[in-house]
């Protein structure tokens, strides 16, 4: 499977060529490539140990939910032999799941241990790193407010660890109407994969209703998601047109295309596939940044390119606004016996 750590003059894949038509534009044609991007270190983990389980333990390996949310790695995954479920309840009695890279709640490792499944946790660690959070200010009698997006699979884990202490804001306005116990005894964590500036405003717009309202012990949101987000406010400025690669239901990649929309880029789509760029998205645009969520393989930023070049979007530059060398040893169960 091709991933993150594809460098920038790998070879591109073959592409059918030619499908959108290279419109002229006064002044040339560029494409800022916005650093970083794609695969973070808990997604290229959580991929990895998924194909490590299917190598030792071979075909199939369960995973409950997506592994990461993208339409073409768990497409490549579902080819190698792994088999997506919504609940461990469907996983076969003493089969092996994965958890995937957004955890899960305590419930759920229990229901897998009713089952007599063979566990393997590849839930991110600053995922989990929230998870303790919440244990622990629950432990401590605080009320949780936590930012994020009621439904995601993250939010759900977080929220199952301390359900009786977690109240979910979605959104600055709902800030503005959240009942709280006691004032005094409150504190806000988050989704890791949340839009950091509409975050801070939530939480801004909480402090003013709760001035005694605690942080977390450090940032919530992923260095990743951050890391994307500064990348593209730069190139926003510059674009007249962003094309985020990344899937519908990818919280980090649907941020970036709002984020490139606040700072300044004319026009902005997530797109899946290279083949779902519109002709008439490029007409009149001489600048296009690109970049792509934390769960997206640089294969797929690639097939962009190549369809760009073909509408004559020739000139590249990278827009790089940091350096990422951050990596996740594997899930212990799939760790060489020495290492655990």
Known sequence: MTNGRVPLDAPRPALRRGRLQDLPVEGGKRILLATPRGYCA???????????ALEQHGAPIYVRKQIVHNKHVVAELEREGAIFVDEVD?????????????????AVVQAAADRGLSA????????????????????????????????????????????????????????????????????????TTLSVDETMETVRRLRARFPNLQDPPSD???????????????????????????????????????????????????????????????EGVRSVGVTSGASVPEGLVREVLAELEDAGYRDVTEVRTAEEDLIFSLPKELRPSRQR
């Open 220 to 282: 919530d949101i992923c260095y990743a998601t951050q890391n994307r987000q500064v990348a593209i406010k730069k190139v926003a400025a510059d674009a007249d047109l962003v094309i985020v690669v990344g899937s519908a239901n990818s919280s980090n990649s649907v941020r970036l295309v709002e984020v490139a929309l606040e700072y300044g880029a004319k026009a902005a789509y997530r797109v899946d596939f290279s083949t779902e760029i519109q002709q008439e998205w490029l």
């Open 42 to 52: 808990g997604v290229d983990r959580a991929v990895l140990a998924v194909e490590k």
């Open 90 to 106: 469907a996983v076969p009695e003493g089969a092996r799941v994965i958890f995937s890279a957004h955890g899960v709640s305590p």
């Open 120 to 191: 393997i946790d590849a839930t991110c660690p600053l995922v989990t790193k929230v998870h303790r959070e919440a244990m622990r200010f629950a432990r401590d009698d605080f009320q949780i407010l936590l930012v994020g997006h009621e439904g995601h699979e993250e939010v759900e884990g977080t929220a199952g660890h301390a359900p009786d202490r977690v109240t979910i804001v979605n959104n600055p306005d709902e800030a503005d109407t959240v009942q709280v116990q006691d004032p005094d005894r409150l504190v806000w964590l988050s989704q």
